[in-house]
């Protein structure tokens, strides 16, 4: 079982910087694929970038440069560094977990078991 929460959300002009941080209570988050998600207001909840036990990262082509997932596993959290922001990434970012593999599960929302309550960005041009 995993809970999380995240944090570090917030209003920044095009080109800004935000880093979004997601805690774990309960199993270590080394045990699980971890990602993050985001979705815009009428679209579907994409995959932005996940993240396998063994600290291998996998990226959406449009945050490839731009973004970086990473993991804290003495803080059990998360986090996503986002670089040269555009008003395109306005959306409601959210982390996920599961216990399977990253390799069976990315690429879907319907494959992780857990989430955070999100935590909105907004990009403002």
């Known amino acids: 079982q995993e809970h999380l929460v995240e944090s570090g959300g917030g209003s920044v002009q095009a080109g800004g910087f935000l880093r979004l941080s997601c805690t774990a209570s309960g199993d270590a988050i080394y045990s699980y694929c971890m990602a993050w998600f985001r979705q815009a207001p009428g679209k579907e909840r994409e995959e932005v970038a996940t993240i396998d036990r063994n600290g291998r990262t996998n990226y959406a082509d449009f945050v490839k440069g731009r973004f970086t997932i990473s993991q804290d596993k003495d803080k059990n959290t998360l986090t996503l560094r986002m670089k040269s922001l555009k008003p395109e990434d306005t959306a409601l970012y959210y982390c996920?977990?599961?216990?399977?593999?990253?390799?069976?599960?990315?690429?879907?929302?319907?494959?992780?078991?857990?989430w955070g309550q999100g935590t909105q960005v907004t990009v403002h041009s």
């Open positions: 996920a977990a599961d216990l399977a593999l990253c390799s069976v599960v990315k690429g879907s929302p319907l494959g992780f078991e857990f």
